[in-house]
């Protein structure tokens, strides 16, 4: 018999899931660590996404990243802005030490600059995917 809270939560994720839209549901996911390229994910609507590292550490989801993504006026996947007459520093390219599924609705890195943090469901990947298509598709339309 499951507690009260127990019950709710698990009435909501089945929620989630149950009216999660194809879009944001992946077919397969490939994450290239061996290869350094990044991960690769094919949605049930046929769309292809490919997201480097570099794309995906600088999208963490965290709190702690959001807050200073917000701060300086990023958005999710571009890199931080140096300082004016900063000289930019030396630092390993992004790359996953570990991976792993967190339930049916995510995935968490744990990247070679000790962070660990970022959990990134399937509807954010898809939300943020870098391709052309989906860029245009986020940009805010222009009037004449």
Not at 17 to 46: C, H, Q, R
Request: aromatic share 10%; with cysteine.
């Amino acid at each position: 018999m499951r507690s009260p809270a127990a019950q709710s939560s698990y009435l909501l994720l089945c929620a989630i899931l149950i009216f999660m839209p194809d879009s944001a549901d992946p077919k397969s996911v490939k994450v290239n660590v061996s290869t350094g390229t990044g991960m690769d994910i094919e949605w049930k609507d046929g769309h292809k996404s490919h997201y480097s590292f570099t794309f995906l550490r600088d999208a963490c989801p965290c709190a702690m990243c959001d807050d200073e993504r917000n701060k300086s006026g990023r958005k999710p996947g571009e890199a931080p802005k140096l300082e004016p007459g900063a000289l930019p520093m030396f630092k390993p390219a992004a790359k996953p030490t570990e991976t792993a599924p967190v339930g049916k609705y995510a995935i968490r890195f744990h990247w070679n600059d000790g962070h660990e943090l970022g959990i990134y469901s399937w509807q954010f990947l898809r939300d943020v995917c870098p391709c052309e298509e989906c860029k245009a598709a986020r940009a805010p339309a222009h009037r004449a």
